[in-house]
């Protein structure tokens, strides 16, 4: 099976930072990775599919980079409304898998 | 507008058996791979099975393998997971999704 390593699992940031989150999977998947966003009590929202391309209607200041093992998720400026839990989804192979979830709180 | 209504969940006995349903509006569900997804309280998401857009391929993750059972209802446009021999460590709220698009998450709560 896939393992997805996710770091930091937690970071505190002030509004207008920027922010970068990391997903390292255990083999090569490619560019099979999506990022999500959740906050509490509300179901996840898709941000990036495909390692690198943007969900429509989501804000420009997410990006998706990386292919292979390594890949990040930037948050160029912080705004108040993005702190939340972040979590990467590989899905190359059978079975796939969630990397482990990063909060982002307030500093 | 793409809605999916999730149903079913509840309190069961470990041992017991659920069965959560997905109601799709506004997309076809055959048209795309689908999945289960749960999160245990406080805790993570966790990928716990799907079935393929074409025909009835289905795969699970290790720990639901053998006790859950993913199905579509291609005619109602409906996603299912019948959950049987459930452990306390089943509890969760389960989402069904196409990743794009999420259902509201149902609970299910295994508890003697």
């Known amino acids: 099976d896939i393992q997805m390593t996710q770091s930091p699992s937690s970071l505190s940031a002030s509004v207008g930072d920027r922010v970068t989150i990391t997903c390292r999977a255990s083999q090569d998947i490619r560019s099979d990775l999506d990022w999500f966003q959740q906050k509490p009590g509300k179901a996840p929202k898709r941000l990036i599919f495909g390692a690198s391309s943007l969900q429509s209607g989501v804000p420009s200041r997410f990006s998706g980079s990386g292919s292979g093992t390594d890949f990040t998720l930037t948050i160029s400026s912080l705004q108040p409304e993005d702190f939340a839990t972040y979590y990467c989804?590989?899905?190359?192979?059978?079975?796939?898998?969630f990397g482990q979830g990063t909060k982002v709180e307030i500093k | 507008q793409v809605q999916l209504v999730q149903s079913g969940g509840g309190w069961v006995k470990p041992g017991g058996s659920l069965r959560l349903s997905c109601a799709a509006s506004?997309?076809?569900?055959?048209?795309?791979?689908m999945s289960w997804i749960r999160q245990a309280p406080g805790k993570g998401l966790e990928w716990v099975s799907y079935i393929r857009s074409a025909g009835t391929t289905t795969y699970y993750a290790d720990s639901v393998e053998g006790r859950f059972t993913i199905s579509r209802d291609n005619a109602k446009n409906s996603l299912h997971l019948q959950m049987n021999s459930l452990r306390v460590e089943d509890t969760a709220v389960y989402y069904c999704?196409?990743?794009?698009?999420w259902g509201q998450g149902t609970l299910v709560t295994v508890s003697s």
């Open positions: 506004g997309v076809t569900l055959s048209d795309y791979y």
């Open positions: 999704a196409n990743f794009e698009h």
């Open positions: 989804l590989q899905y190359s192979g059978y079975l796939w898998t």
